[in-house]
């Protein structure tokens, strides 16, 4: 075969020489005639045509066909184009033609704008075959293409490689070629109106519309960018295909089947984590070790410039160790405004964050709005010396008023971790003042663990009861109980039959400051777990990385100083708006009906004596420390004798759910943000401005609390004297209203009062029966 370029005949050896020298290969896995032979496939005479011809005069093509046969290739060329149909020819099967179409395309790009449109018009996808250079003196562009259900897999290159699913040797072609209408020779007629010369071979041996074969398809150009947009939004792989599905299935209705199965219009998940990850190199840098550490570097610079201050900071330990400390704007407000942040402090850790397995390590202090972090370190790896870098680079960056004003050095008065050695030791070495305990939750786990390990030989029978008695150890409020306990639970025969636990008892004893309830004669405010960390850790996976692990540690520390500390910010807002989800489950809340039966006394400027009326036990509680000596209250945990104290003297507490005292709200309002000015009137509601029952709840010198705690006593009883008064009209005003209804329209309402009745027999006997069933009556 002779291949005509220009005036000169070169051979196919000489070609194939010309194309290794350009960097071509040798093995002819082009789309052409040489291609169709090795495959197997026939070659038509009008694909020869379309290589060998493409720059023919135009007297040499073949007559048109008429509108009645031409009709099937109108219906897969693009609207909008002026085509001259230069020659048509019908194939052997049903929808198969050949032919050859002129158009008025001049440019590369739009020849490429053209080429997706025909894709979607005529739902097929093209593969690049074979590419010519462009802008010669003859050709501007021009490229050959093969369809994708042809994988080219019975080329000599792929013989050893399993063959795709969609493969079917397919031999549909097609080729476009922009002629450079410059040329000054060309006796082609058509070359100034219609330079594009486009030769389609659609003879496809497998179906086209079908959903198996609409399955293999390339997603379009737009649905790629609808993508990037969900991916700048938070959205992860899987939820932003999910959220796109719905908006099809939205947007089609009854018609959307066939674009839910159309893989250009709805991509599958695989394709969506490509497109994901590829996205986050693009802003995030490739995950190689040298080029990460360099993009880490500059997005840390970025993100103290724009805070103004050290927010962050990262150094290489030993030169392969990255210690990465973050103490972001937020992070600093907690420190300044909390005072919990100065009393005690949550550490836990997490890894498998990332592609690198970096752990986490989040330093927390409770709110009302549940636990507000104070820092957060990333290492990659958990010994001692690294953690202890890491705190060392965090006191770096803390502010000076750190941990509610009691400083960088000293920390808080307690820290609750797990029984981690390395991270106890490392806190140890930087927070020397503080105090360090243990998670009760984690030892009780710990415990549970050791005695369902087979090594240990305890029988099933005898694990709950030898659980039960170390639980019973934990919680121990008195130091004597817990000694006396102790010896009886060693001297047990039970725990005479497994040394292994005895030992492990042993060992747990010398270390009774950590974990027994008895030694915490603190401040923990009811909190012995480190719960509230790994609920975080938590919502750091599913809420912030979308169950999605980082693509290197630039994304992970880019959420962790935005998304993460949004979530925060989320959080606070909905405290300020009382929108808290499941508040009457929060530890914080109390309900008015639990102090209706207590009597308050105020005993001297902080101090408040809350009496039972029911069970006739007396308390006293310290507003200034949120101290009461009733069980719960002990430790600093809220109880309802503290706000009692509070809502009917109206001193201030930020221990309390909703809050609606505004020193409390105005603290959280300054964690949020430094600056307070909001909207025209926001002022006015945090300073009770609004109305004159606000205004009673303000704290202020006007406020004479000896006054007021000389009549405490009366003002309750007579309180709750008026309370009973009104409840009782209260339902003398729902039965008369009940039997107007019943006399107006009996037939209506007689067999609802009947079922009404029946019900009221089924729960009167049990109090907490009838309790349920009057508050939720109409719910």
């Not at 840390?300 to 410039?305: A, E, F, K, R, V």
Request: glycine share 4%; proline share 4%.
């Amino acid at each position: 075969m002779m291949a005509r370029i220009g005036h000169m005949t070169t051979s196919p050896r000489k070609l194939l020489l010309r194309r290794h020298r350009k960097g071509r290969s040798l093995t002819p896995n082009k789309a052409g005639p040489e291609a169709e032979a090795t495959a197997g496939a026939e070659v038509s005479p009008h694909y020869r045509t379309a290589r060998g011809a493409a720059l023919q005069d135009e007297s040499e093509m073949e007559p048109a066909a008429s509108d009645g046969v031409q009709q099937q290739l109108q219906d897969i060329l693009p609207s909008g184009y002026d085509y001259h149909v230069a020659s048509f020819k019908e194939g052997e099967n049903e929808g198969w033609f050949q032919a050859k179409v002129r158009t008025k395309i001049c440019a590369k790009e739009e020849a490429e704008e053209w080429l997706q449109r025909f894709q979607q018009s005529s739902h097929t996808d093209l593969r690049v075959s074979q590419t010519f250079k462009d802008n010669t003196v003859k050709v501007v562009f021009k490229k050959t293409f093969r369809c994708h259900n042809n994988t080219r897999a019975n080329f000599k290159s792929s013989a050893t490689k399993l063959c795709h699913k969609k493969h079917t040797n397919c031999g549909a072609t097609l080729s476009i070629s922009v002629r450079n209408t410059a040329m000054k020779r060309s006796k082609d007629k058509l070359l100034s109106t219609h330079p594009c010369v486009i030769c389609i071979n659609h003879e496809h041996n497998h179906a086209i519309c079908a959903a198996d074969a609409l399955r293999f398809r390339r997603p379009s150009p737009e649905v790629e960018e609808v993508f990037r947009i969900l991916f700048a939004k938070g959205h992860s792989p899987s939820t932003a295909l999910q959220s796109y599905k719905f908006d099809l299935q939205e947007q089609g209705g009854d018609q959307a089947f066939p674009i839910l199965s159309d893989r250009s219009k709805c991509p599958d998940i695989h394709w969506c984590y490509q497109r994901y990850y590829s996205t986050c190199q693009r802003k995030y840098g490739p995950p190689a070790r040298l080029e990460m550490i360099s993009s880490l570097k500059k997005l840390i610079d970025t993100c103290n410039n724009s805070c103004g201050s050290a927010c962050a900071k990262m150094e290489l330990e030993e030169d392969k160790d990255l210690v990465i400390a973050i103490c972001s704007p937020l992070m600093k407000r907690v420190h300044k405004y909390l005072p919990a942040s100065g009393e005690i402090a949550f550490m836990d850790s997490s890894g498998s964050m990332d592609g690198h397995n970096c752990q986490i390590f989040l330093l927390l202090a409770p709110s009302v709005a549940g636990a507000l972090p104070l820092a957060v370190l990333v290492v990659f790896s958990e010994a001692q010396v690294i953690i202890t870098h890491a705190l060392k680079l965090l006191q770096s960056i803390l502010p000076e008023d750190a941990f509610y004003g009691r400083g960088i050095e000293h920390g808080p008065r307690i820290i609750i971790t797990d029984d981690s050695r390395s991270e106890r030791s490392s806190l140890k070495d930087r927070f020397s003042d503080s105090r360090l305990l243990l998670c009760k939750f984690h030892v009780l786990q710990a415990f549970w663990r050791y005695i369902w390990n087979p090594n240990n030989h305890v029988q099933s029978v005898d694990r709950q009861e030898v659980y039960t008695s170390f639980k019973k150890l934990v919680n121990e409020q008195s130091q004597l109980q817990f000694e006396s306990l102790f010896t009886e639970v060693m001297s047990s025969p039970i725990l005479q039959k497994y040394p292994n636990v005895h030992n492990y008892l042993e060992k747990m004893r010398a270390r009774a400051e950590e974990w027994a309830a008895c030694h915490r004669a603190t401040l923990t405010r009811g909190r012995d777990t480190d719960t509230s960390s790994e609920a975080n850790i938590r919502v750091l996976r599913e809420k912030v990385l979308m169950r999605v692990k980082a693509f290197n540690i630039v994304q992970l520390f880019d959420f962790l100083t935005t998304r993460f500390m949004t979530y925060f910010e989320q959080r606070i807002i909905a405290v300020l708006s009382n929108r808290t989800v499941n508040v009457t489950r929060s530890r914080y809340f109390t309900p008015e009906l639990e102090s209706d039966n207590l009597i308050v006394t105020h005993i001297s400027e902080d101090t408040y004596s809350v009496k039972d009326s029911t069970s006739g036990h007396d308390y006293a509680v310290n507003m200034l420390t949120g101290t009461c000596f009733c069980p719960i209250g002990s430790n600093g945990a809220p109880c309802k004798h503290q706000y009692a104290a509070a809502t009917k003297f109206h001193v201030s507490t930020s221990q309390r759910l909703p809050v609606t005292d505004e020193c409390a709200k105005l603290a959280l309002q300054k964690i949020l943000a430094d600056s307070i000015h909001g909207p025209e009137g926001w002022d006015d509601k945090l300073q009770g401005t609004t109305s004159q029952e606000d205004e009673d709840t303000v704290m202020g010198d006007e406020l004479d609390l000896k006054e007021e705690a000389s009549c405490a006593e009366e003002t309750v009883a007579r309180t709750g004297t008026d309370q009973n008064n009104e409840r009782n009209r209260n339902l003398k005003d729902m039965c008369r209203v009940l039997e107007e209804k019943l006399a107006e329209r009996e037939d209506i309402f007689g067999p609802a009062v009947d079922a009404l009745y029946k019900n009221f027999l089924s729960v009167e006997k049990r109090d907490a029966d009838l309790l349920s069933a009057l508050h939720n009556f109409g719910k």
